[in-house]
């Protein structure tokens, strides 16, 4: 394994993106990620605030019409090679919101996030659980790894 | 001639826009601070970031099914929802509940009190930056959240309710009563440690005493409800009112100040009633079937409940009409606790502002509905006057 | 002075260099795993991982330019830190004690002063997405106050890391003029040698006080977690580092370890009167005590809240005044 594949493999700074969803998946999450039962920092996952520091994006939530513009800037934001996984029930397809309005044409759902940003991994679950992100973000890492 | 009047302007340094992602917020929302040497002068929370307009959804859908939807509110306070929802139904179709379903759902209600308490604690640690006390909460509720995936089956949204009682996989037999007496066990000993710790570290409570405090008169003024109105002394739950909790004796905890300082204790202190509770429902737990399904669906007009949610008064209301649902309206209680988290931050250090939201518990994911405020008297409308910050 | 010496001091530098640099880099990651994940009953992340590894992982990363209005200054600053603490550490080499002027507490307090002017810059030409310039569709309708200035979060960090030029770094400079207070002069050469005779200052009144002032200015001049108001994440998130991305924030992860290190040598100097030197093996000295420096500094941050306005001022001032006391101790013994 050469340097570049074994450091990235080592060091993972996942970011969170919420847009909209109801509050489960961004709480399950961050527990993965801070609680010391799970502790996604034992297998070297580190939380960051900072798209520029990310790795992974992880979006949860339907993409409301107003939630579009930050994620599309956050996305930009993070430096090649990235990640992103969409997580829960919404935004991996909408979830109980996708056509809510039926015939009426609304903008207010923009989702699921693959209309926005091209997404590499879907971890499902309303709400997801801490365990199944832990994989997909683990499933997804050989794209980040074999990237230049 | 125009009459020249010199105009009064108000000189903001500057404005700080946070959100919508940010690290303090673990939702989205937009808040915008008018800072004076990193002193907040005003605030503004913008909300209605994540609506999804869920009241749409659940118009002309069948009653079940809508209370099904109704969990997709809020993914903090998933239970309660349900409940009120089907509660709704309940009270027009005029259902009667079999207690041990009523014991069931004050269980499973209580116990999501706790999270949801702990979830506060464990993010009001966070955003004050002492990571070893959020991450020691964090631990706490995990016990919880594992007591509630036994009985629903899953770790946030569990579907307990149904019209008529409650589903009867939510049913608890002997072992898994023992179980959740042993979790109440394990947190009520680590809570009372972290209690213990919390109070006497004087590193933490200098950060907290007397930060974003809101005056009783000010709280009441801005419709403030549940723990964040209890925590400046007003001794209201709507509890006490509720025919569920008929049989139970708990106290009504209030604190003083209404300070970042009493909003955590109060959690704290709320926890050790809401354990208290449990104790008495799985000691009193009658026997019985769970659900009673010899109810028939009739149109009804628009009936309406109140409930006590973890964060406050919860409303639900709407009328059935063929099995279906008509108009909902879904009041939650963060909607009313903005104009308190807007006032609190005001005259605060800027790293204290995020920590002025946090302590009224926000849940904007529920809170993202279309309203209209009316005076209760007069039942004029009232316009965003009553949010501003100069109301004293 | 013969063409061999010179040589040998270069190489003694560099080997030290690196040395400080292995030693830096495994710092976070020792304060992570064996610190604080041990205070929060956890496992966690590998001691490599937070510093080599993510040291290394961001030079793989995609070199995109700041959103800054100035990106090449911008850019320079985390360079500009690492030659400062370098020049730091080199004055503190005992071949350029020769350069008197070089190797004095006047100089190192100087190089000090462009390193906190240097998050002030950052600070300042910082423009992240993540603040004023997320593209929102804000000031919705009833909004109040449109057309305010509107700041950048960097824009607070960048007035607090001011406003710790100006009182926050009291502590470290008192604590560095106890030993000139001591030995009477503010040469580290001098200092070295009167130490030397007398034996080290860690064992007066004044120098443990001194390792005390010592320890709380390093911290606030690291910016670690009690005093990392210029980078608190409740509000400001990353302060100054926002926007660094790819290698330059790989230079931010080794200038942080390397100063410890470095500062850690300093204090080896002023206080226990030991050189950092290959051959006398002096340099495993300065690791232990980069090391207990760093278990201190993770056990304080573990137990505390980030401290505002309102604890930082008694905390910089209760140090300042024992700090000047020890110093009037020092002059007066």
């Not at chain 1, 996942?14 to 969803?21: A, D, E, N, W």
């Not at chain 2, 979830?119 to 004050?128: N, S």
């Not at chain 2, 509890?239 to 004796?249: G, H």
């Not at chain 3, 550490?89 to 190089?111: C, E, M, R």
Request: proline share 5%; hydrophobic share 45%; with cysteine.
């Amino acid at each position: 394994m050469s340097l570049k594949t074994h450091s990235r493999s080592k060091a993972i700074h996942v970011m969170l993106v919420y847009t909209g969803g109801c509050n489960g998946c961004d709480i399950e999450i961050v527990n993965s990620i801070l609680s010391p039962k799970f502790d996604a920092e034992q297998y070297s996952v580190f939380l960051t605030w900072n798209p520029r520091e990310a790795d992974v994006l992880v979006v949860t939530g339907p993409v409301t019409n107003q939630n579009r513009q930050p994620l599309e800037d956050i996305y930009n934001a993070i430096p090649n090679p990235k990640l992103v996984v969409a997580a829960g029930a919404c935004a991996c397809m909408g979830g109980v919101y996708k056509n809510c309005y039926g015939d009426i044409q609304s903008e207010e759902i923009e989702g699921p996030v693959e209309n926005i940003i091209p997404v590499d991994a879907k971890v499902p679950g309303c709400a997801v659980r801490p365990q199944d992100v832990l994989s997909g973000v683990v499933a997804s890492l050989p794209k980040l790894l074999g990237a230049d | 001639m125009e009459e020249k009047k010199a105009k009064t302007q108000e000189i903001i340094e500057t404005e700080i826009q946070m959100g919508t992602v940010h690290p303090a917020a673990l939702e989205p929302y937009r808040v915008r601070f008018f800072v004076e040497d990193e002193i907040v002068k005003d605030a503004e929370v913008t909300i209605g970031v994540n609506h999804r307009g869920i009241e749409r959804i659940m118009e002309g859908l069948p009653v079940e099914k809508a209370n099904m939807l109704t969990e997709k509110i809020c993914g903090i306070c998933s239970n309660i929802h349900v409940w009120n929802s089907v509660r709704v139904a309940e009270i027009g179709l005029g259902v009667e509940i079999p207690d041990r379903a009523l014991y069931l759902r004050i269980i499973v209600a209580e116990l999501e009190r706790l999270h949801s308490h702990f979830l506060f604690l464990a993010h009001g640690c966070e955003v004050l930056g002492h990571e070893t006390f959020s991450m020691r909460v964090f631990y706490m509720r995990e016990t919880i959240m594992e007591l509630l995936h036994m009985i629903g089956g899953n770790r946030v949204q569990y579907g307990c309710s149904i019209i008529g009682g409650v589903r009867p996989r939510c049913d608890l037999d002997e072992s898994k009563l023992i179980k959740i007496t042993e979790g109440l066990d394990t947190t009520e000993k680590n809570l009372k440690e972290f209690a213990d710790r919390f109070t006497r570290d004087t590193m933490l409570l200098s950060r907290v005493t007397g930060v974003g405090s809101i005056p009783q008169e000010q709280a009441i003024k801005l419709a403030v409800t549940g723990p964040s109105l209890r925590a400046t002394g007003v001794k209201k739950d709507l509890r006490t009112e509720m025919f569920e909790y008929e049989n139970f004796d708990f106290d009504i905890i209030t604190q003083p100040d209404g300070d970042v300082k009493s909003n955590l204790l109060m959690r704290v202190l709320e926890s050790f009633e809401s354990i208290k509770i449990l104790r008495q429902a799985i000691k009193n737990i009658p026997e019985g079937k769970v659900v009673d399904r010899s109810w028939e669906m009739v149109d009804t007009d628009i009936i309406k409940s109140y409930i006590e949610a973890p964060r406050g008064t919860l409303y639900h209301s709407y009328a059935i009409e063929d099995g279906r649902v008509r108009g909902s309206i879904v009041r939650t209680p963060s909607m009313a606790n903005i104009g308190a988290m807007q006032y609190a931050s005001i005259g605060s250090h800027i790293t204290d502002a995020q920590l002025c939201i946090v302590q009224c518990d926000p849940c904007f994911t529920c809170s993202d509905r279309a309203v209209e405020v009316y005076d209760f008297d007069s039942h004029e409308k009232l316009d965003k006057s009553i949010l501003q910050s100069n109301i004293l | 002075m013969s063409y061999l010496t010179i040589i040998y001091s270069i190489l003694e530098v560099i080997i030290l260099l690196l040395i400080a640099l292995f030693v830096g880099v495994l710092i976070p990651g020792i304060e992570r795993k064996y610190v604080h994940a041990r205070i929060q009953q956890r496992i966690g992340p590998p001691v490599t991982s937070s510093g080599l590894w993510a040291s290394i992982k961001f030079l793989y990363k995609e070199n995109i330019k700041p959103n800054s209005p100035v990106p090449g200054l911008y850019k320079a600053m985390p360079i500009l830190c690492f030659i400062v603490v370098f020049l730091v550490f080199l004055a503190l080499i005992p071949f350029n004690y020769n350069f008197v002027l070089f190797s004095s507490l006047i100089a190192i307090v100087g190089f000090l002063k462009v390193e906190e002017i240097a998050y002030v810059l950052m600070g300042s030409l910082s423009k992240s997405v993540m603040s004023a310039g997320l593209r929102f569709p804000d000031h919705v309708k009833g909004a109040e106050r449109l057309g305010t200035l509107t700041s950048y979060l960097e824009d607070i960090s960048s007035n607090r890391s001011l406003r710790m030029i100006a009182f926050g770094s009291f502590p470290l400079y008192l604590a560095l003029f106890i030993p000139a207070a001591l030995s009477g002069s503010i040469f580290l050469g001098d200092i070295i040698q009167y130490q030397q005779l007398h034996g080290p200052f860690i064992f007066t009144l004044s120098g443990i006080i001194g390792t005390v002032v010592f320890f709380i200015g390093l911290m606030i001049m690291l910016n670690e977690y009690p005093f990392s108001i210029v980078k608190a994440k409740a509000d400001v998130i990353d302060g100054p580092y926002m926007e660094f991305a790819s290698k330059y924030r790989t230079y931010i992860y080794v200038t942080r370890g390397f100063m410890i290190f470095t500062l850690s040598c300093l204090y080896g100097v002023l206080f226990l009167g030991i050189a950092p030197g290959l051959l006398n093996l002096h340099f495993i000295l300065n690791i232990i005590v980069a090391l207990i420096f760093v278990l201190f500094m993770g056990v304080f941050s573990a137990f505390s809240p980030v401290f505002t306005n309102k604890q930082f001022y008694p905390v910089v001032l209760v140090s300042s005044v024992i700090g000047a006391l020890a110093v009037i101790l020092g002059l007066l013994i």
